[in-house]
């Protein structure tokens, strides 16, 4: 089981304290979804399709307008060296909509990282909370055909092996499209080289090796821009790594 930490500029805060937070009055354009209703609705439609939730981690703004969750989630055929992970998010102050990001947590080291996003609604409008439901139902319904696709991903990562020069090159290119910023290049090129974790090290100097020095590094920092940095990643390794893109 992987130690889900929320790393998001915002307090980490039991389950039950989601359901005490005020939702604004609603206008006749934009209808705010309580955060407790959406992550009840997604809990039950992932019952309803046969998994599980084994681990969770929940997190508010200062302010209780924005919601944060990482769902871990099993269906009894996982790998045994990562597993599924939801991140859900909400918000009451109009800065993004509802929406579900997919991804995995290495469980060696408790990395995480989202490959795509599934928006359950462009934004919170009048008609969002009686397509709630089906919103849902369908993102849930896409899980078993994502996480297939990212099995085939990280399995070529995992067979593609990088010369330093390669690494040194997507290193380059990760910090141009600002998946790291400049001061952690060392750090970066300093776990792909000595990972801190064996298991990296004995698999060779794969993609999957430097996949995670990334994942290494920014974890810890702000889980709200963490989707965007390693789909990026994801986006990078893909192309050298001949991976067909994942439609989101």
């Avoid at 974790?197 to 702000?222: M, P, S, Y």
Wanted: with cysteine; charged share 25%.
């Amino acid at each position: 089981m992987v130690n889900l930490c929320l790393h998001c500029g915002s307090r980490q805060v039991e389950r039950d304290r989601i359901e005490h937070c005020p939702t604004p009055p609603r206008t006749d354009t934009w209808v705010p979804i309580p955060h407790h209703r959406l992550l009840a609705q997604v809990e039950q439609t992932l019952t309803g399709a046969g998994l599980s939730v084994v681990n969770q981690a929940h997190a508010l703004s200062s302010d209780r307008m924005r919601y944060f969750a990482l769902l871990e989630v099993v269906n009894g055929q996982g790998s045994q060296d990562y597993n599924l992970i939801l991140g859900l998010r909400n918000s009451h102050d109009k800065k993004f909509p509802a929406a579900l990001v997919v991804g995995s947590a290495v469980m060696v080291c408790d990395n995480l990282s989202f490959s795509g996003e599934i928006r359950i609604a462009r934004k919170h409008t009048r008609f969002i909370e009686r397509d709630l439901p089906q919103l849902v139902g369908t993102a849930i319904g896409r899980l078993g055909e994502v996480r297939r696709l990212q099995d085939q991903r990280i399995a070529t990562y995992k067979q593609t092996e990088l010369a330093d020069v390669q690494a040194h090159d997507l290193v380059v290119r990760a910090m141009d499209a600002r998946v790291v910023p400049v001061r952690q290049v060392p750090d970066v090129l300093s776990e792909w080289r000595h990972p801190r974790h064996h298991e990296f090290a004995e698999a060779g100097r794969t993609a999957w090796r430097l996949f995670n020095a990334f994942t290494e590094v920014i974890k810890g920092r702000a889980l709200e821009l963490l989707p965007r940095r390693t789909q990026a990643l994801h986006g990078l390794m893909d192309i050298a790594c001949g991976v067909q893109p994942v439609a989101n």
